[in-house]
């Protein structure tokens, strides 16, 4: 249903962009969003985007991180900039549509220098 992309291996302060691909149109999905889950940790709210083009962010990644949703291509993206080793986690696309959860596979973000 989701697929995510994009993870991969970045030094201190570079930027990198996720990709989640829905198999279906995300025009009628309420909440789309991005969580994460370090090692160690319980997942987190990174940032979602309601279907009225509102978005919110954790405060973490405030002014570093960007929702996007593009409903044409039915792809919510998640451009991250300024990356700290804290950012390192495996991301996880996240969709809500009639009291359905839907959770892609996860990418692995990796801060190191």
């Known amino acids: 249903q989701l697929q995510a992309s994009g993870g991969g291996l970045v030094q201190p302060g570079g930027s990198l962009r996720l990709s989640c691909a829905a198999s279906?149109?995300?025009?009628?999905?309420?909440?789309m969003g991005w969580y994460r889950q370090a090692p160690g940790s319980q997942r987190e709210l990174v940032a979602f985007?309601?279907?009225?083009?509102?978005?919110n962010y954790a405060d973490s990644v405030k002014g570093r991180f960007t929702i996007s949703r593009d409903n044409a291509e039915n792809t919510v993206d998640l451009k991250m900039n300024s990356l700290t080793p804290e950012d390192t986690a495996v991301y996880y696309c996240?969709?809500?549509?009639?009291?359905?959860?839907?959770w892609g596979q996860g990418t692995q973000v990796t801060v190191s220098s």
């Open positions: 996240h969709a809500r549509h009639s009291g359905i959860y839907y």
């Open positions: 279906r149109s995300i025009r009628s999905m309420i909440y």
């Open positions: 985007s309601l279907s009225d083009g509102s978005t």
